[in-house]
């Protein structure tokens, strides 16, 4: 196949640090053609930067273009309206996380994409780090999984920035350490605006139903659905979906979640999901326990590019016990999930099928059961 056309949609931080970079270090695959964003400054900062020629403040004219194969989309919000039209217009498309902000978005974008003949592949990027891959044979050798966890300890993301320089237009950067001086009080009222106000208030409307006046279920819903999507999705790529939830506690204002999940053969699963502003330390883990043995999978902040996820497995001969801590990989995982698009879009087809759109529905009802179950 020859190099695939790719427009962006979206010159943010995510498209920065993570995609457009890497369009054009696999330039044997990728061409990009053109960028949208509706700041003007920004769309041309970052166009001069690639040297982009194709530049749009409507977003509609790209999808529209016939010298692009696919379409990437990582602006702010809902993705919803962006997908549809990509795929309506005939472009393949890699989609940010998350596709939409609520299940009747999600499912509406399934239905396009399920009659469609283009690849529709979620930016699930952790679930292509080759620890996971590593982690999940080692989960299914396990004997007798009976406890897992998941523990996400996350501090401001502008800390994670840090590493990178931002453009973000008419000459203005953002860059190095930042201090975030925010109380508790702002941070919860920026999650409930940022993430479930404005434009998103009508669809966290009808997540929440009748409950949709609870300013903390309307930060936990935004924070499950904007960053605790990603422990969704990957502990759907260790276990498949649960079989029901058993219990979701929400507190600080919504930001802390702690889920129970329940799956078949006796095991359940907590979710703790903490924002933690302050301190300049982000914790991720995937730990699963049985009677024998053990594994664990330790990600880094994902802003962090080439940073290894360590996994630990333990074991025992009789009375010793015996522990390994491997590095699987410096290979960076938003890398890998563009050269996983490149290898769908050439097969017609993805594979393999954890980042799909029946994926994402899975997930999106997932979170539905979540916030649905929270006191």
């Known amino acids: 196949m020859s190099k695939l056309r790719v427009g962006v949609i979206g010159c943010g931080t995510i498209a920065q640090i993570a995609h457009v970079p890497h369009l054009f270090r696999y330039d044997e695959k990728f061409e990009l053609v053109a960028l949208a964003d509706l700041f003007e400054p920004l769309l041309h900062s970052v166009g001069d930067h690639y040297r982009v020629a194709g530049r749009h403040t409507d977003w509609r004219e790209l999808v529209r273009r016939d010298d692009i194969d696919a379409v990437v989309i990582c602006h702010s919000g809902s993705h919803r309206d962006t997908t549809i039209a990509a795929l309506e217009a005939g472009k393949h498309v890699f989609v940010e996380k998350p596709l939409a902000w609520n299940l009747r978005e999600v499912e509406e974008v399934a239905a396009v994409a399920n009659k469609s003949n283009r690849v529709l592949q979620m930016g699930y990027h952790k679930l292509h780090d080759p620890a996971f891959a590593y982690a999940k044979a080692q989960l299914e050798k396990m004997q007798d999984v009976g406890y897992g966890r998941i523990t996400v300890l996350h501090p401001s993301d502008s800390f994670g920035h840090s590493p990178h320089r931002i453009r973000l237009g008419s000459d203005k950067f953002r860059e190095g350490h930042i201090p975030d001086e925010s109380t508790l009080e702002e941070q919860i009222e920026d999650a409930a605006n940022g993430l479930a106000g404005g434009a998103l208030t009508g669809l966290v409307d009808e997540a929440l139903g009748a409950r949709k006046d609870d ?40 930001l802390s979640i702690h889920g129970l999940v329940e799956y078949s053969g006796n095991l359940q699963v907590s979710i703790d999901w903490h924002s933690l502003h302050h301190l300049k330390d982000y914790r991720e883990e995937y730990a699963f326990f049985g009677n024998h043995d053990r594994v664990i999978m330790q990600l880094p902040s994902p802003y962090f590019l080439h940073f290894p996820s360590p996994v630990i497995v333990q074991g025992h ?21 563009l050269l996983a698009f490149h290898a769908n879009v050439e097969a017609g087809r993805l594979k393999p099928a954890l980042c799909s759109i029946d994926d994402a529905v899975a997930h999106a009802r997932f979170i539905q059961q979540l916030i649905d179950a929270a006191v």
Request: avoid cysteine; proline fraction near 2%; aromatic fraction near 12%.
């Open 215 to 254: 300013r903390r279920l309307r930060a936990a819903y935004g924070m499950l659905t904007v960053s605790l999507i990603h422990q969704v999705y990957t502990l759907h790529g260790f276990l498949g979906a649960p079989k029901r939830v058993v219990s979701m506690a929400v507190w600080r204002g919504g």
């Open 317 to 337: 001969e009789g009375e010793l016990a015996w522990e390994k801590r491997i590095i699987v990989s410096y290979e960076e995982a938003f890398a890998q999930e």
